[in-house]
């Protein structure tokens, strides 16, 4: 079948590990670290102090800008406000939280009146407020990708592709929770009012797929794009090309191609938000991998570290590899397992040692392979090489930053070499150079 987007790879699913288990909700952590940099943009700066009581749901942290707030996963006392690692690399300050395992609600933690009668800008601020960021791994301020898409969007996309290997998070969200997904696609509707509304799923989730079908009587003008298993296609650039057959300009925006693009979790997010008056406090992770000895999905609260998310799948197996933030494509793997929870965290993969695949002589053979299977249409190998070298206007010209870091050339390359890795050292570069 032709691919409806350039390149791409179709890597072995793994999603069956975690996929029929049921889903449940993990046990409150004694602790929460609830890091201030959660989303694209500034950190938030914390809003209250050392020894004050909070309850769930209050807002602890917010700031100017492209910013969105983070609330209290769990009630207690504020015992710190420190350094701690992110999952994304490097370290950010966290408010940390005591439980007091009474999970008492802030007062603002309630339904509205009459969601249904809110005009689009109400809604925004509603989701803004509820510090509602890309859910699938991105991050970006929802309430700002939906305010620049007022009168801008044609196409509303509900992206359900989940097209990483392993990761089932969103999958059991739409066989578990789908009026959820589909009533916070309706307010992102009401916000935007496109002409075209899609909720794109893949093939391999056929049972999602037939709930959401059933469910579409009662959504008129919503209608379900069911897509051949490849990835990337969850990436918002090769899904609007898949859906719509558009491509969105090198350094361009959805927008500029009159799309906009929402993951299943961000949608439910958004529905808990409106109609229940609830923050993002938690998020549905998959704990799975050859290296955890129960995979699984789990209602984790923002904060949990990796740790105890990982007990909760039983612990690691003995030859356990490497612990990835994320999926094998695009996850980043984790020095420290104390590591808390964001509201990004799609998944904690835990790979055994049969799973490595990296070489210690890594060499380029010159195959071609990295440039067919690119989505973006790049020249992996020439990157890399330029990356290394500190070739910035090399870098520039040849587009490193259209890179999504999907990590199609690395999966293909028979030479092992670790072309996305460069890539990223490549952009700090570039960014440094720009300061």
């Not at 210690?360 to 890399?384: D, F, N, S, T």
């Not at 010209?397 to 390359?413: N, P, Q, V």
């Amino acid at each position: 079948m032709k691919s409806l987007f350039f390149g791409g790879v179709h890597p072995s699913g793994h999603k069956e590990l975690s996929a029929s288990v049921p889903l449940a909700a993990m046990a409150l952590p004694a602790q929460a670290a609830v890091l201030l940099r959660q989303h694209i943009g500034a950190p938030c700066k914390p809003l209250v102090a050392v020894g004050d009581t909070v309850r769930v749901g209050q807002k602890i942290g917010d700031g100017d800008g492209l910013c969105v707030p983070v609330h209290a996963p769990v009630s207690g006392t504020v015992v710190g406000i420190e350094e701690r690692p992110h999952p994304g690399g490097g370290v950010c300050p966290a408010i940390i939280i005591k439980n007091d395992f009474l999970d008492t609600p802030a007062p603002t933690m309630k339904p509205y009146s009459h969601p249904e009668l809110f005009t689009p800008a109400e809604l925004v601020s509603i989701i803004r407020e509820a510090g509602i960021v890309g859910m699938g791994g991105a991050a970006f301020p929802t309430d700002v990708k939906s305010k620049t898409g007022m009168s801008q969007t044609d196409t509303l996309i509900l992206n359900a592709c989940e097209c990483e290997p392993y990761i089932t998070a969103d999958d059991v969200l739409l066989r578990t929770r789908p009026g959820d997904v589909l009533q916070g696609l309706e307010v992102l509707v009401r916000v935007l009012s496109p002409g075209r509304t899609v909720i794109a799923v893949e093939d391999n989730k056929a049972e999602a797929a037939a709930l959401l079908r059933e469910r579409l009587g009662d959504f008129p003008g919503v209608e379900l794009r069911v897509l051949p298993t490849r990835y990337p296609q969850g990436a918002e650039k090769q899904l609007i090309q898949a859906v719509t057959g558009r491509q969105v300009p090198s350094g361009g925006l959805p927008r500029d191609v009159g799309c906009a693009v929402f993951n299943a979790a961000t949608a439910a997010g958004v529905y808990r938000a409106v109609y229940e008056g609830i923050p993002v406090i938690e998020r549905v992770i998959t704990v799975t991998g050859e290296g955890v000895k129960r995979p699984r999905n789990l209602v984790v609260r923002v904060g949990t570290s990796f740790l105890e998310v990982i007990a909760a799948a039983g612990g690691l197996e003995d030859d356990v590899w490497k612990v990835l933030s994320g999926g094998p494509m695009m996850g980043v793997a984790q020095e420290d397992l104390s590591v808390p929870v964001t509201k990004s965290t799609n998944a904690v993969l835990c790979l055994s040692s049969a799973q490595n695949g990296e070489s210690p002589h890594p060499a380029c053979i010159r195959c071609g392979r990295c440039l067919e299977v690119c989505p973006m249409g790049l020249e992996p190998l020439y990157l890399y090489r330029y990356s290394n070298a500190g070739d910035l206007d090399a870098l520039k010209r040849l587009h490193l930053t259209d890179c999504i870091e999907c990590g199609c050339c690395a999966y293909a390359c028979p030479g092992k070499v670790p072309l996305v890795q460069g890539f990223r050292a490549g952009k700090r570069a570039m960014k440094e150079g720009a300061k």
